[in-house]
């Protein structure tokens, strides 16, 4: 079953630290892995997308790594800030035509 | 730079009652979704579209109906709501489908049946 499980559920941090969000899948045949933050009250706003062949993606203080042996992805935020808090959701796209795969997601609280 | 943008932004309808969801995108993108997001849940496809004309159904279309007459435009409707149908549904555009293409998201319509 085309499954995407995201962890922890809810993380709560310091203003400044750095942290990492987990994103396992498997989903087949894999075509590329998506992170999006969605902001309270907001659509998703893409982040990275990563296909089999890339393992490492940034923008920003946000990286995206992603073992396609492992079907394991992490985004990584560095430094984090007040406005980083959101939820950060995982997608999974499969080269059957048009079908995306969605996380839970992780809802990321940073207090100052 | 108005991307996609959905109305209304919230609604409350009876049990029975049918509407409109609307979504226009500006993008001329060939490629729009709708979705519903139920909490603590991923994202539930209920219906896309690949071009003008052209409809297909998602993973939960049942109890909706919708129509892609334009590029711009792909609305949604709820015939005969029922409680089960209290969500938030947004509304995305893309280039392409599963290609290495962003979802362009709208803002979502926060609909609630009683």
């Given at each position: 079953k085309n499954q995407v499980e995201q962890s922890p559920q809810s993380l709560i941090i310091l203003e400044g630290k750095n942290c990492t969000l987990q994103c396992n899948y498997t989903v087949s045949p894999f075509s590329n892995l998506r992170w999006y933050k969605q902001d309270t009250g907001r659509g998703p706003v893409s982040l990275t997308i990563m296909t089999f062949s890339e393992n490492t993606k940034s923008n920003g203080r946000y990286t995206a790594t992603l073992d396609a042996d492992t079907k394991q992805s992490s985004l990584h935020i560095t430094a984090?800030?007040?406005?980083?808090s959101a939820s950060y959701i995982c997608v999974v796209s499969a080269n059957n035509f048009n079908k995306f795969y969605f996380g839970s997601g992780t809802k990321l609280n940073v207090k100052p | 730079n108005a991307g996609v943008t959905q109305t209304p932004k919230f609604r409350i309808l009876k049990i029975g009652q049918s509407m409109t969801l609307q979504c226009t995108q500006d993008?001329?993108?060939n490629y729009m979704y709708w979705y519903r997001q139920d909490p603590g849940m991923g994202l539930k496809l209920i219906y896309y579209s690949v071009g003008a004309g052209i409809t297909d159904k998602g993973e939960v279309p049942n109890g909706y109906n919708v129509s892609r007459s334009t590029t711009e435009d792909f609305p949604l409707r709820l015939e005969?709501?029922?409680?089960?149908?209290t969500s938030v549904y947004f509304c995305a555009s893309s280039?392409?489908?599963?290609?290495n293409q962003p979802q362009h998201f709208g803002d979502g319509t926060r609909l609630s049946i009683l």
């Amino acid at each position: 079953k085309n499954q995407v499980e995201q962890s922890p559920q809810s993380l709560i941090i310091l203003e400044g630290k750095n942290c990492t969000l987990q994103c396992n899948y498997t989903v087949s045949p894999f075509s590329n892995l998506r992170w999006y933050k969605q902001d309270t009250g907001r659509g998703p706003v893409s982040l990275t997308i990563m296909t089999f062949s890339e393992n490492t993606k940034s923008n920003g203080r946000y990286t995206a790594t992603l073992d396609a042996d492992t079907k394991q992805s992490s985004l990584h935020i560095t430094a984090s800030q007040l406005s980083d808090s959101a939820s950060y959701i995982c997608v999974v796209s499969a080269n059957n035509f048009n079908k995306f795969y969605f996380g839970s997601g992780t809802k990321l609280n940073v207090k100052p | 730079n108005a991307g996609v943008t959905q109305t209304p932004k919230f609604r409350i309808l009876k049990i029975g009652q049918s509407m409109t969801l609307q979504c226009t995108q500006d993008m001329n993108h060939n490629y729009m979704y709708w979705y519903r997001q139920d909490p603590g849940m991923g994202l539930k496809l209920i219906y896309y579209s690949v071009g003008a004309g052209i409809t297909d159904k998602g993973e939960v279309p049942n109890g909706y109906n919708v129509s892609r007459s334009t590029t711009e435009d792909f609305p949604l409707r709820l015939e005969l709501a029922a409680p089960s149908q209290t969500s938030v549904y947004f509304c995305a555009s893309s280039e392409g489908g599963v290609s290495n293409q962003p979802q362009h998201f709208g803002d979502g319509t926060r609909l609630s049946i009683l």
